[in-house]
């Protein structure tokens, strides 16, 4: 079954932001810290950024200072605000546990950045 649903891509232009939400299943949510990842074209998933259960967050040096990680516990949704996008952001988002569970892995949201 889909655990994890990501939301909120688009294609924008470089310097624009974008702001994309991941609805998650309680028991993952509540029980490990979750992240954000994205695959690009020809590229493995890399790691982007990364919120623990209660709050703390950590991000890839790629992302650090133009993207913001957050949550809502009530409603179960990771969020990740993307600011100042770059055409090297570009890329499939796709959220899940910290590590990841191959098994959860869902369809993502595309990221495209182009002028």
Do not use: H
Not at 32 to 42: Q, V
Not at 44 to 49: I, N, P, S, W, Y
Not at 91 to 105: E, L
Request: a positive charge.
């Amino acid at each position: 079954q889909v655990q994890l649903v990501e939301s909120g891509g688009g294609l924008v232009q470089p310097g624009e932001s974008l702001r994309l939400s991941c609805a998650a299943s309680g028991s993952i949510f509540t029980n490990s810290p979750m992240g954000w990842y994205r695959r690009a074209p020809g590229k493995e998933r890399e790691f982007v950024a990364t919120i623990t259960t209660r709050g703390s967050t950590g991000y890839a040096d790629s992302v650090k200072g133009r993207f913001t990680i957050s949550r809502d516990n009530a409603k179960q949704a990771i969020y990740l605000q993307m600011n100042n996008l770059k055409p090297e952001d570009t890329a499939v988002y796709f959220c899940n546990t910290i590590p990841a569970v191959t098994n959860n892995w869902g369809q993502g949201t595309q990221v495209t950045v182009s002028s």
